[in-house]
T-cell receptor
């Protein structure tokens, strides 16, 4: 079937490499940010979040960096595995409003 | 394990049909959302609901309506399906404020209108 990955920026890495996925957000008032992972045929799944009073947050093999000055968010995945292959979305919200999603980046991990 | 369940994974409907997409969540979440996802366009918000019988238009509500008669169920209705509504439809829910981990999504319904 048609893939949500069509027309997306793609990052191709080798297994074991570190991956960095970037996101430019649009609303300077946004104060809460989330990264989602979407595997083929599934809905997006929460990976990690960060609030605007932080510039870095670490999870298991993932780190999110926030640069509010240039409105930039990045997701770092350490020791990338084939199971990390998916589309990754950032999302932002100001206050308690609805989330606004980025268009996504496809990560392809080769064994 | 908490869940958002969408009743159908794949649907094929004819132009002009009335289509119902059902979504149920078991997390007692107040907020529920319907998005469509298209290649190159990302996730676009159609409608959302903050409470039973309440609904708010999202960014692309035209051609759609919603119903929330019970807290756990949020239905998306295509009044008269058209080919440009062929898409992946995603339902999501979250607690009030939605700041604790964001949204929980269903697996999606891929709708094809012929």
């Amino acid at each position: 079937g048609e893939s949500v990955g069509l027309h997306l920026p793609t990052l191709s890495v080798q297994e074991g490499d570190n991956s960095i996925i970037n996101c430019a957000y649009s609303n300077s008032a946004s104060d809460y940010f989330i990264w989602y992972k979407q595997e083929s045929g599934k809905g997006p799944q929460f990976i990690i979040d960060i609030r605007s009073n932080m510039d870095k947050r670490q999870g298991q093999r993932v780190t999110v960096l926030l640069n509010k000055t240039v409105k930039h968010l990045s997701l770092q995945i350490a020791a990338t595995q084939p199971g990390d292959s998916a589309v990754y979305f950032c999302a932002e919200t100001p206050g308690y409003s609805t989330l606004t999603f980025g268009k996504g980046t496809m990560l392809l991990v080769s064994p | 394990d908490v869940k958002v369940t969408q009743s159908s994974r794949y649907l094929v409907k004819r132009t002009g049909e009335k289509v119902f997409l059902e979504c149920v969540q078991d997390m007692d979440h107040e907020n529920m959302f319907w998005y469509r996802q298209d290649p190159g366009l990302g996730l676009r918000l159609i409608y959302f609901s903050y409470d039973v019988k309440m609904k708010e238009k999202g960014d692309i509500p035209e051609g759609y309506s919603v119903s929330r008669e019970k807290k756990e169920r949020f239905s998306l209705i295509l009044e008269s399906a058209s080919t440009n509504q062929t898409s992946m439809y995603l339902c999501a829910s979250t607690v009030v404020g939605g700041r604790l981990g964001g949204y929980t999504f269903g697996s999606g319904t891929r709708l094809t209108v012929v």
